[in-house]
């Protein structure tokens, strides 16, 4: 059974950093895309960056500059690290992976930005 599960959420000051770290049950290169999203209260969950198993990654423009996604395939983690943080970057951040068209999500990870 395919699991996903985030971890490195926080509270943090604006302007601070954090990297989230999403740790897989198997390889992250069995899947065909992995992505962070995140989903604010009272908003839609929004695509952030995603890494596909070939190796491109692509990030959202509203996070671009600020957010990086990369993997390490020998610890079957992906990561997303945020940089300059801002108030509405506060959200529940979540892992997703794509294997034989088939979704799988991580149960989340609180990132609150605030002084």
């Known amino acids: 059974q395919v699991q996903l599960v985030e971890s490195g959420g926080g509270l943090v000051q604006p302007g601070g950093s954090l990297r989230l770290s999403c740790t897989a049950s198997?390889?992250?290169?069995?899947?065909?895309?992995m992505a962070w999203y995140r989903q604010a209260p009272g908003k839609q969950r929004e695509v952030l960056a995603v890494l596909s198993s070939g190796g491109t990654t692509n990030v959202a423009n509203s996070v671009k500059g600020r957010f990086t996604i990369s993997g390490d395939n020998a610890k079957n983690t992906l990561y997303l690290q945020m940089n300059s943080l801002k108030p509405e970057d506060t959200a529940v951040y979540y892992c997703?992976?794509?294997?034989?068209?088939?979704?799988?999500w991580g149960p989340g990870t609180q990132v609150t930005v605030s002084s």
């Open positions: 997703n992976g794509v294997r034989t068209g088939q979704h799988y």
């Open positions: 198997e390889s992250i290169f069995n899947f065909a895309v």
